[in-house]
């Protein structure tokens, strides 16, 4: 085996290794420090390639700009929404730079198609096979934002905006 | 008229033409059955398809006959014997009645006509009432009874008789492996069904000792080899281990390597990838207990294999 | 019983061949178990717990490639296994860490990172699962990118995908002739074109069957198949490749003939057009079918007249 090749595969492991570790630190820090936010969702479950069961996710209607305001933006960027006492999120303003008021939040979001779709942070959340009963009961989407407006999506909660967790004893198989 | 030295893949080409053809042929049928003669009945489609087989064997069995007028009667049978089936099971409302009347058709098929495409066709035919019937009664221990084509197949395939039915033998073969992997996993009647499946994890047992022995004898010369124990117990545990649509197509395999047959070490590496697809969207069980239970059929394999790598390395190489 | 096995099967081809599929067949399902266990994505194995087994595995894999020899056997299929370990560790990341990323990159990611593997491997099955991983990942680019923001349409993405397959066999041809004699394996040749092909044949079907727009899905098959044909007859001999592309290319010239049928005559002018129309399709289907088998036997023929293959 040549010398190269080791090299190769050896510089492979500390590229995968390497890639792998920082992706993790980069989105921890959003989770560990980011700012909870409550995004309210629209009710609307299939099998993901790889990654299991999961539930679609689509936020409601007070938490994007008006079709004009749309129109307007950038394929990719941030716009700023405004927390009640509760941390639910509705849109506020786009982010012309002026400074954040303490119960407003950036949140990054990006244009899917040409008739206006934005996707704000996850658009599916994926759990344990079998426990889809128990976020059936799901109305919000909790996320972990940073500054930046890079966001998390830390679990779902329901109505009481208290975050749902798997049942304990496991799915029933 | 195809030449016996092609490869299969041509026979497999020639075999969807031959099939399309007969499809339209059998839109011809009902064409003039329910819009020409404004006949609405089951029985007069199978009058037509009477006619067709009739027309079809015919044009085979003349001797100076082109590529295309043998491509044309090929078609015709097969579309008459799938409207004489069909047509009769129609009228008797009766899916099962569509069985006897293809597994006839495609006996007689043997006996006139040595053309392995037709040949062919028919027996698949025939394999397709016997499917549809299981699905449409409801039948339970589906698995275990179509489990029972393979060893016939397989002895067909090892032992032809006098007159050659090697399509057919092939059919039989395939069947199971088809049945359980394409059929089985959408069929929705799993639920409420006992499907079985250790009948025919036997039944595959059973095959791979036969296959093995039968190797064993003739091309290891009687020596103990250890390299074929170990594949026997990796064998019966996978057998144990994957529900029988996955120790199918690794008996296929088997099959392959003890003939030495090309297409079917192709068919079994498709359909076992096949299997693991499907695998994971089917409901019978969590992924986590699959999960576990792929993980462990791999190991065994992988153990198997160092086992009879060990072997070759230290003992020179066999055979 | 006097069962007679035949005769003339090829001993050692056949040890060597039974040898890797049992090492090919051991690792996959090991492989697919692992995948089956983290798409399960159990609660109560935590998220570091996952990243931490996934990355041992990789490490484990690497390392005792390099220990039994990167160009082994063993060698080869241990760097393939690292590959789908660095697969599942990003979609474990990925799914951990829900961030409103698309599939799409996750297979980009996936693609790009397992290069280096993938080159020292020298091994023709490890470039199969790259270029899954490519195709894979350029088809969810184009399905959440490109058709929405009306880049393609839905059937130009299928000719992208296809065409994509091609070029790949393309380059695999050009490494091939620059010298890469270890990936000379017929089998890696013959399913790119299968793929190419079978995926063209969609949206060559689509447009005989609707009339729809533009005649991009045609002829996108027509020179993909003329091209390949030529190729493969003149300057690569591969017969199966030759009867891969001839038999799509009968089945669609089959549904070319019915639209011409359709647009002619008409299967829904009344009785006696209907079953005219029928009449001439099934003679323009047992020709081309008998046509087809006569180009397959001359062709044979002719290839396998200069060189024993087969």
């Known amino acids: 085996m040549s010398r190269f090749a080791t090299w190769l595969v050896l510089a492979g492991l500390v590229l995968v290794v390497g890639t792998a570790n920082y992706t993790i630190r980069d989105r921890q820090q959003v989770v560990d420090s980011g700012r909870p936010i409550l995004l309210e969702l629209r009710p609307v479950d299939p099998r993901s390639l790889m990654q299991g069961d999961f539930m679609t996710l689509r936020y409601a209607e007070p938490l994007f700009p008006n079709a004009e305001a749309r129109s307007t933006l950038p394929r990719r960027g941030a716009f700023i929404v405004k927390l009640d006492a509760d941390s639910v999120a509705t849109y506020a303003r786009l982010d012309d730079g002026t400074p954040l008021a303490t119960d407003e939040v950036r949140l990054k979001y990006k244009l899917l198609d040409d008739r206006g779709t934005i996707r704000l942070g996850a658009e599916s959340f994926f759990f344990e096979e079998g426990q889809a009963d128990v976020y059936d009961a799901a109305r919000y989407g909790v996320l972990h934002v940073d500054a930046a407006g890079n966001s998390v999506l830390v679990g779902l909660a329901d109505e009481e905006k208290v975050l749902l967790r798997p049942a304990e004893d496991g799915p029933a198989n | 008229m195809t030449d016996e030295r092609l490869p299969w893949y041509v026979k497999l080409v020639v075999g969807v033409g031959a099939w399309i053809t007969a499809v339209v042929l059998m839109f011809l049928g009902g064409a003039i059955v329910f819009v020409a003669l404004k006949f609405e009945t089951g029985g007069a489609l199978a009058v037509i398809g009477v006619a067709y087989l009739w027309m079809g064997l015919w044009i085979i069995r003349q001797p100076d006959r082109g590529l295309f007028a043998n491509q044309l009667g090929v078609a015709t049978a097969a579309a008459g014997a799938a409207l004489v089936s069909g047509g009769l099971a129609a009228e008797a409302e009766e899916v099962w009645v569509g069985v006897p009347i293809a597994v006839a058709i495609a006996a007689a098929i043997f006996v006139v006509s040595s053309n392995r495409i037709l040949q062919f066709l028919a027996s698949a035919l025939a394999a397709g009432f016997l499917v549809a019937t299981l699905v449409a009664e409801r039948t339970p221990y589906a698995l275990d009874i179509v489990a029972l084509a393979t060893p016939v197949g397989l002895y067909l395939m090892l032992r032809p008789p006098e007159r050659d039915i090697t399509p057919a033998a092939i059919v039989l073969l395939l069947l199971f492996p088809l049945y359980s992997t394409f059929i089985v996993p959408d069929a929705y009647w799993v639920r409420d069904v006992q499907m079985g499946g250790w009948i025919a994890r036997a039944i595959h047992m059973a095959l791979f000792l036969w296959l093995v022995s039968l190797y064993w004898k003739q091309r290891t010369n009687q020596q103990l080899n250890q390299g074929v124990i170990a594949f026997i117990v990796a064998a019966l545990i996978v057998c144990v281990l994957l529900p029988p649509g996955g120790s199918a197509a690794l008996l296929i395999m088997t099959f392959a390597y003890v003939t030495g047959s090309t297409p079917f070490a192709t068919l079994g590496v498709v359909l076992q990838t096949h299997f693991v697809i499907r695998y994971y969207y089917s409901l019978e069980m969590s992924l986590l207990n699959k999960s576990f239970l792929l993980m462990a059929v791999g190991v065994v394999l992988l153990v198997a294999w160092w086992y009879v790598e060990r072997g070759r390395k230290q003992g020179g190489i066999h055979e | 019983m006097n069962i007679e096995l035949p005769q003339t099967r090829d001993h050692s081809y056949w040890q060597l061949w039974a040898m890797r599929a049992l090492l090919v067949l051991g690792a996959s399902h090991l492989l697919a178990g692992i995948v ?19 990355q041992a595995g990789l490490i484990i894999s690497v390392v005792a490639a390099l220990r039994l020899r990167i160009e082994s056997p063993a060698g080869q299929t241990l760097l393939v296994a690292a590959s789908v370990f660095t697969g599942v560790l990003f979609a474990v990341i990925w799914q951990v860490y829900q961030t409103g990323a698309d599939a799409y990159e996750l297979f980009t990611v996936w693609s790009v990172l397992i290069l280096p593997w993938v080159i020292a491997s020298r091994s023709s099955a490890h470039w199969f699962l790259w270029f899954v991983i490519c195709l894979t990942a350029f088809t969810l680019y184009g399905g959440q990118v490109l058709v929405p923001l009306g880049v393609l349409t839905h059937d130009q993405l299928g000719i992208a995908v296809g065409v994509t397959a091609i070029v790949f066999l393309a380059g695999y041809e050009l490494a091939v002739l620059a010298g890469c004699r270890w990936l000379g394996d017929r089998w890696l040749r013959i399913t790119l074109a299968l793929i190419g092909v079978g995926i063209l044949f969609i949206p060559a079907m689509k447009f005989v069957f609707d009339w729809q727009g533009i005649s991009q899905g045609i002829t996108a098959f027509v020179v993909v198949a003329a091209g390949l044909s030529i190729v493969y007859s003149r300057l690569i001999p591969e017969f199966a490749i030759i009867a891969i592309t001839t038999g799509f290319a009968a089945v669609v010239a089959m549904a070319i003939g019915a639209r011409g049928v359709h647009e002619i005559i008409g299967f829904d002018d009344g009785t006696s057009s209907l079953i005219t129309s029928l009449i001439v399709l099934v003679f323009w289907c047992a020709m081309l079918t008998a046509a087809t088998v006569r180009l397959l036997n001359a062709m044979h023929a002719k290839m396998t007249s200069g060189n024993g293959d087969d």
């Not at chain 3, 089956?36 to 996934?54: I, R, S």
């Open chain 3, 36 to 54: 089956f266990f983290f798409a399960y994505n159990w609660d109560d194995l935590g998220p570091f717990a996952k990243f931490g087994l996934l």
